[in-house]
């Protein structure tokens, strides 16, 4: 009993103290019922690593009331995109708490509206509007049964996935008679998306993940994959060659960056994930954004994943750094 009391005294001196030297802090709102844990990994890295920044991020779930503003220097929606229309009643609770930031002009990562931008069909056109982005006709499917008379135009192959849903289940139409295996009624919001096959030389699939901390771009993981759906899954190769070449990606400039820079400020984003790969003809083909990219993945723990740890520490230093500016907060990280 003595020392779980004596704990609680250093903590709450400790508290003390820092609160003293660092009285601002990072307001982070999450959701209960999607993602409750997400991020948890950055948290436990900045702790690890910058153990004096990590008393800076408060963290509360959806609904919750705020009470002392002034301690506030940043705004971390960390919601699910597209938050309105997925989440309706969280949108309706995080609504409020953005708009007194904003009164306060207390600066948002992501302002929650923008959000939106992320509905794949809309980002297609946004993205494929800048000079040198390809992207591939995407199409909303608002009734099934008209669409399976006339394909809204697209020619075979295409598939079909939801439009505000990250990772879901992706169905494949080889021929038009593969559309009475697609379960429309199960779908949200589905469309229909042109396939641009993106096959190397050597046979292999390969998408790569660009992070974006406002104007800074940070490579992040090579995928290669034996199927054109490139995920990580029994299909995704992974030998010495293909490590040595993600490790060269993640380790440099991507090359890509000025290109995705614009995409990124015509989405209205400030931190986020781009997926991109490149057709047989060698052109920049981006997938698709993601302004709530999951960083650390259930099997990054992996023994055979060691050899990605230095890209995460990179990716969360990078991270960790544009918070600490749009705060205006000062503490030394280490590099």
């Known amino acids: 009993m003595y020392k779980e009391f004596r704990q609680q005294v250093i903590s709450a001196i400790r508290d003390a103290m820092n609160n003293v030297r660092y009285p601002k802090r990072i307001l982070v709102v999450r959701q209960k019922d999607h993602q409750s844990t997400y991020n948890d990994y950055f948290l ?5 690593n910058v153990p004096e920044a990590a008393h800076l991020f408060e963290l509360h779930y959806l609904p919750c009331e705020i009470n002392d503003w002034e301690r506030y220097a940043l705004f971390l929606p960390w919601l699910q995109d597209p938050l309105k229309e997925r989440f309706p009643h969280i949108y309706q609770y995080a609504k409020p708490i953005e708009a007194e930031c904003q009164k306060r002009n207390i600066p948002i990562v992501n302002p929650i509206d923008n959000l939106s931008n992320s509905i794949k069909s809309l980002a297609a056109q946004r993205i494929g509007s800048i000079k040198g982005i390809r992207t591939a006709k995407t199409v909303p499917i608002t009734d099934p049964e008209a669409f399976k008379k006339t394909q809204a135009g ?85 030998n010495e060659s293909i490590i040595a070449e993600e490790i060269a990606y993640f380790s440099g400039e991507d090359p890509n960056h000025e290109l995705l820079q614009q995409a990124r400020k015509a989405l209205g984003f400030d931190f986020m994930a781009f997926d991109y790969s490149y057709d047989e003809q060698g052109n920049f083909m981006v997938w698709e954004p993601n302004p709530f990219p999951v960083i650390w993945g259930s099997h990054d723990g992996d023994p055979d994943k060691k050899y990605a740890l230095p890209s995460i520490d990179r990716i969360y230093t990078a991270l960790l750094k544009y918070y600490l500016q749009r705060a205006d907060i000062s503490i030394k990280i280490p590099t």
């Open 154 to 238: 697209l020619s075979t192959p295409f598939f079909i996935r939801e439009d505000w849903v990250h990772g879901c289940q992706i169905f494949f139409v080889q021929n038009l008679d593969d559309l009475a295996n697609v379960p429309f009624e199960k779908f949200i919001a589905p469309i229909a998306v042109e396939f641009l096959d993106v096959k190397g030389e050597d046979g292999l699939y390969r998408k790569y993940r660009y992070f974006a901390m406002g104007d800074e771009g940070i490579p992040g993981p090579l995928m290669v994959s034996k199927s054109w759906e490139v995920r990580d899954n029994h299909n995704r190769v992974i």
């Open 44 to 48: 436990y890295w900045v702790n690890q």
